[in-house]
């Protein structure tokens, strides 16, 4: 779908990684969660739990915290390893008048089918297909639908 991360469109999995800096007497935390591409999750992964290494030490709870972290981002990781890669020339989705063209006529099937329970995913690839379109901006056009319906709701 779309990474959360550098808002490509590639495939992407749920992952969520801790850091940790011991500071002594304090601790300074970090996480990175949302759904990500094999490239930003192995950043992610590598930026993190380095920093864990060599700075997650440094305090009582750091102690016990940080071998925490190491273990989970090296599991969530591994979990990872077997995503298909980031397409060459993967780029953001871009939802221009030609692609709401498209869309516009499966609208009112788009949102029969997502109140009616069936999982996004399914319904974006199928929807894509049928408009000629990406799942990303199936997604993009679901999500400006959503955010105009609320305004005008709250205007009202």
Partial sequence: MICQACGVEAPT??????????????????????????????????????TNLTLGWWGAISMIVTPVYTINNV????????????????????????????????????????????DFERVADSVALNAGVTKGQVALYAHALLMASQDDAAST
């Fill in 75 to 118: 599991v969530r990781y591994l979990m990872c390893l077997g995503m298909e890669c980031v397409p060459a020339g993967a780029a953001e989705p871009q939802l221009t008048d030609d692609v709401v063209a498209r869309l516009q006529p499966v609208t009112q099937q788009l949102f029969d089918r997502l109140n009616g329970g069936e």
């Fill in 13 to 50: 999995k749920k992952v969520t990684f801790y850091q940790n800096i011991g500071a002594l007497v304090m601790r300074f935390s970090k996480t990175a969660d949302g759904r990500m591409c094999k490239r930003c999750i192995h950043s992610t992964f590598w930026k993190f739990t380095l």
